[in-house]
């Protein structure tokens, strides 16, 4: 006979534990070549797959909402279906280039049971009394582990470099000590141990706005420093989401109070809140000039005008063809032999990445293409993301099949591209428009449906820590929009959905 009471208790710390080790799961060691080799993909990945397996037959031993399993069922059978037809559409495919585009079932199976733990999460959550004092912990340590790990690896510098695998040559005191002048602004920004800063920032543009939602209510000391150590840490990992979220989170912050005050809710501006906003606002103020993101903006705004300077020296587009033609009848070789010399003879000179052109989409294989991207002007040249979505929709031409609309052209290839830094565009090419509505659509839904029920029950929902958890969720959806690789990020996923299922309790279900 299962103790069932005990069996609630273990899933309920399990879940919590499970959420609150994600950044820890996220630690650059354990995404090395060496790590990854060794084990045949990171850790971390088994870690979570175990964990939220152990988390669903212990729901399965307690649960008997026959409602909840009916929806679950009925949600699974349609990825089960999904995936069989997705797996078919991809098996039939037609590129140029020979390796398939390094297309993997395996490869594509995994991809999927990634995108599904998270939904795992929200049934689990859903499913648990998370009491409301256990789930505000698990924000702040989140948060707490994030920021001191950022921040002190940033002060004695032994913190990787938000972009690349280096350790950093200076900490935030170089930044007012000609640090500049000594070294690149890349080796000034910070993202502690961590294996991705753009993933890191997107996190703590979730995380904050629920972190000042909980002080609201809540003014003790400890989330006050919560919440100022990870505007720091969010300056000093140096990406444009993190130093403008936070100015954001700020702002919208100060509005929501307003708005409280003047639904004639009892929430009292008091020298608590006003410290909040005051410190936040000199943090910002004090080290926006000297942030890593700004300078980096000066650098990359002199490249441009540099680059597009050189616009003048020559137009391509009619030079490209007469030079094939001739390379083509005096060395009495085919067209396309004579457009893969010119886009091997030229392509440096064009600034396309080369990456992208010898390994991801190789010229050799569709010069005509490249050719067509030498022929744009340079600053589209340079535009890395433009050129990757420009990829995925040559791919996707040639192989001309209406239904790569709906099931996609698969991840394994999608990813073999590169990663296109556009989340939901970049899932319609790898998953297509039924993936994105299964795997990214119940997080969407369910964040608009918390915005509505607060929307049509303005003053009786109207509350600061629930709107700004749902600012936060609008938030990220709306960055990984604009920087991509957060939406299939399973440390962002995992805890997005434990907020969002937390969330929809609070607001559709009878308040704790």
Known sequence: MINKSLTNKIKYYLLILFVV????????????????????FSPSTIIRMIIIGVLFILTILTLRDRKAWIFIGIYFTLVGIYTIFHILNARDFYTLVPNDLGYSVVGELFYIIRMSIPMLVIFVTMTTEISK???????????????????????????LTSYGKDIISGNIFDWFNNGYLKYNYLELASRGPFNSANQLSALLCLLLPTM????????????????????????????????????????????????????KQDIL?????????????????????????????????????????EEVKKEVKEEVKEEVKEESKSKHISKKQ???????????????????????????????F?????????????????????????????????????L???????????????????????????????????YVLITLGCLLRIILNLRK??????????????????????????????????????????????LFMVEE
């Open 133 to 159: 004092k256990d789930y505000d912990k698990v924000i702040k340590i989140i948060l707490l582990l994030i920021s001191l790990s950022i921040i002190i690896s940033n002060i004695f510098k032994f913190s």
């Open 269 to 309: 501006i008091d020298k608590k809140i006003l410290a909040l906003v005051g410190l936040s606002i000199l943090i910002l103020s004090v080290l926006y000039a000297k942030s890593p993101s700004i300078n980096r903006e000066v650098v990359e705004s002199g490249y441009k005008y540099n680059t597009e300077k």
């Open 212 to 263: 000042f939602g909980i002080y609201t209510y809540d003014k003790k000391i400890s989330n006050l420093l919560t919440i100022l150590l990870t505007i720091l840490s969010m300056i000093m990992i140096g990406t444009k989401v993190a130093l403008y979220g936070a100015i954001i989170v700020v702002i919208v912050y100060i509005i929501m109070i307003l708005v409280a005050k003047l639904l």
């Open 370 to 406: 490249w050719i067509e991207i030498m022929e744009l002007p340079v600053n589209q040249r340079t535009d890395y993301r433009l050129l990757e979505l420009k990829m995925h929709q040559r791919v996707m031409d040639i192989n001309n099949n209406p239904n790569d609309k709906w």
């Open 21 to 40: 080790i994600q950044p820890i799961l996220d630690i650059h060691y354990l995404y090395t070549e060496e790590v990854v080799k060794a084990v045949g």
């Open 338 to 368: 004579g457009m893969i010399q010119y886009v091997e003879d030229h392509f440096i000179e064009a600034k396309i990445k080369y990456d992208f052109i010898t390994q991801c989409y190789p010229y050799q294989y569709d010069p005509e």
């Open 408 to 442: 996609g052209i698969s991840f394994t290839r999608t990813e073999h591209l590169f990663t296109l830094e556009r989340d939901f565009i970049y899932q319609y090419y790898s998953l297509g428009l039924i993936g994105v509505i299964l795997f990214l659509g119940p």
């Open 461 to 506: 929902k109207f509350n600061v820590k629930h709107v700004m958890t749902c600012f936060g969720m609008l938030f990220i959806l709306a960055v990984s929009v604009y920087s991509g690789n957060i939406m299939d990020a399973l440390t962002i996923t995992i805890i997005l959905a434990f907020i969002l299922a937390k969330l929809k309790k609070d």
